[in-house]
C-alpha cells in the first residue's frame, strides 16, 4: 500500500526556517519525479517546488530562492527546506509524485505568523 507522509511542519515566525519530510513507499521512488504541493485556507492546492529522478527541480515563483526540495532516494524520503517563511506560506504542505499519481497523504501544517 502506497502511503505518502509528511513531517516537520508547525508554528513559525516570520523570517523563520523550517524542514518538511515526506516518506514515500512507492515503487521505483528513484526512478519518479516528485513535488511539494500546498493548500491555504479556502484556496486550490497549488505546486510549490518539484524534483525529477535526475535531480533537476522547479519552483514556484512565490518561494524561488527560499525554499529548497532535496531527495533521498535510499531512504525513499523527499524534504523540502523552507527559509525566510512569509505569512502566505501558511498552509498544508503535501508531497506526491510529479503526475500526482498517488493518494494524498494527511499533509503538515505550517502556521507563519508572530
Known amino acids: 500500500q502506497v502511503q505518502l507522509v509528511e513531517s516537520g511542519g508547525g508554528l513559525v515566525q516570520p523570517g523563520g526556517s523550517l524542514r518538511l519530510s515526506c516518506a514515500a513507499s512507492i515503487t521505483g521512488f528513484s526512478i519518479r519525479g516528485m513535488g511539494w504541493y500546498r493548500q491555504a485556507p479556502g484556496k486550490q492546492r497549488d505546486l510549490v517546488a518539484t524534483m525529477t529522478s535526475t535531480y533537476g527541480t522547479n519552483y514556484a515563483d512565490s518561494v524561488k530562492g527560499r525554499f529548497t526540495i532535496s531527495r533521498n532516494n535510499a531512504r525513499k524520503m523527499v524534504y523540502l527546506q523552507m527559509n525566510s517563511l512569509k505569512p502566505e506560506g501558511t498552509a498544508v504542505y503535501y508531497c506526491?509524485?510529479?503526475?500526482?499519481?498517488?493518494?494524498w497523504g494527511q499533509g503538515t501544517q505550517v502556521i507563519v505568523s508572530s
Open positions: 506526491n509524485t510529479m503526475d500526482q499519481g498517488y493518494a
